[in-house]
């Protein structure tokens, strides 16, 4: 079994930036494609951005293309998610979980992690 932990949220005014980490450990794999989702009070879960096993693909969700970026270091076991032009409607818990595929559908990941709090401020 695999556990996922987030780091890295916070407070931060519009138009900064926050570096989300997703640690895993136990029974991990470089062969997953890895997820970020987030979650706002009152709203349904959305997947934001997903990267292939080797890194040479990734999914941004419309709402976070060009601001937000995906990476992974397989050797540290971590993947990052890089958020720059923050913006008030960002504030969300994000989570982190793996899918054996590559996926843009929620329901095909494994459990997402408690999450990271963001929370931007305007």
């Known amino acids: 079994q695999v556990q996922l932990v987030e780091s890295g949220g916070g407070l931060v005014q519009a138009g900064g930036s926050l570096r989300l980490s997703c640690a895993a450990s136990?029974?991990?794999?470089?062969?997953?494609?890895m997820g970020w989702s987030r979650q706002a009070p009152g709203k349904e879960r959305e997947l934001v951005a997903v990267?292939?096993?080797?890194?040479?693909?990734?999914y941004y969700a419309d709402s976070v293309k060009g601001r937000f970026a995906i990476s992974r270091d397989n050797a540290k076991n971590t993947m990052y998610l890089q958020m720059s032009s923050l913006k008030p409607e960002d504030t969300a818990v994000y989570s982190c979980?793996?899918?054996?595929?590559?996926?843009?559908?929620?329901?095909?990941?494994?459990?997402w992690g408690q999450g990271t709090q963001v929370t931007v401020s305007s």
């Open positions: 979980a793996r899918s054996p595929v590559g996926t843009m559908t929620l329901a095909v990941f494994g459990s």
């Open positions: 136990g029974r991990t794999s470089s062969s997953y494609f």
């Open positions: 990267i292939s096993p080797s890194g040479d693909w990734t």
